[in-house]
């Protein structure tokens, strides 16, 4: 079985400065794939990063850093120099080679970013 | 341009009424995948399908059916079986091989009136 925790139901931060959103994992599958999207009022989910297990660095795009932490089992995403459009729902997710690869979701995070 | 479609984006149904909720892609993705989205509850599988004419249960299926008689094509029907269909819908698909990101439609918000 897998599982995702997301803690933060909601999040606030103040435009310009970062924010960490956090993912617990939980798997004995030793190939895997977490995943960050984002939804904005509009519904669409938007992919944002991906860490994979073998992975040896953390992955980045842009303002998405994603802090890939193995042994906690955690993969926080982390925005840094927020933007009033990154208001939006926040999903961490992740796939399984053993498990035909099925995405699997966290609850999500809101996150306000403040001007 | 590729993409994933999903329609209608609203739907109302009667109580006792069947609905489809549509979805199309044009990007070659052999799985294709249906979650449901309640506020505070993420989203939770439906079904899936990694291959044509074949699908399988997700962990909340009861209430609802799908066909995948094309590649691109995987809808979803909500039937009356199904006690609390109001919410929003999601239509996603992948390569299904490896571990790649989902694309994802627009979403249909169902509402029973």
């Known amino acids: 079985a897998q599982k995702i925790t997301q803690t933060q139901p909601g999040m606030f931060v103040q435009e310009k400065e970062a924010v960490t959103l956090d993912c617990t994992y939980d798997?004995?599958?030793?190939?895997?794939?977490l995943f960050w999207y984002k939804q904005p009022s509009s519904g669409e989910m938007i992919f944002l990063i991906y860490?994979?297990?073998?992975?040896?660095q953390n992955a980045t795009e842009g303002r998405y850093s994603l802090n890939f932490q193995k042994a906690r089992k955690s993969a926080n995403l982390v925005i840094s120099a927020s933007q009033l459009g990154d208001s939006a729902m926040y999903f961490c997710?992740?796939?399984?080679?053993?498990?035909?690869?099925?995405?699997?979701f966290g609850r999500g995070t809101s996150l306000i970013v403040h001007p | 341009d590729g993409g994933i479609t999903q329609s209608p984006k609203y739907l109302f149904r009667k109580e006792g009424q069947n609905v489809t909720l549509s979805c199309e892609q044009n990007l070659n993705h052999d799985a294709m995948y249906w979650y449901r989205q309640d506020p505070g509850q993420g989203l939770r599988l439906i079904y899936y399908s990694q291959i044509v004419n074949d699908f399988q249960k997700g962990d909340i299926a009861e209430g609802y059916s799908v066909s995948r008689e094309k590649k691109e094509s995987f809808p979803l029907t909500v039937t009356s079986a199904q006690k609390n269909p109001t919410a929003f819908y999601l239509c996603?698909?992948?390569?299904?091989?490896?571990?790649?990101?989902?694309?994802f439609g627009q979403g249909t918000r169902l509402t029973v009136v």
């Open positions: 860490q994979g297990s073998y992975d040896q």
């Open positions: 996603a698909s992948s390569i299904g091989r490896g571990l790649n990101e989902a694309f």
């Open positions: 997710a992740m796939s399984l080679s053993g498990g035909s690869y099925i995405p699997t």
């Open positions: 798997t004995s599958d030793p190939s895997y794939g």
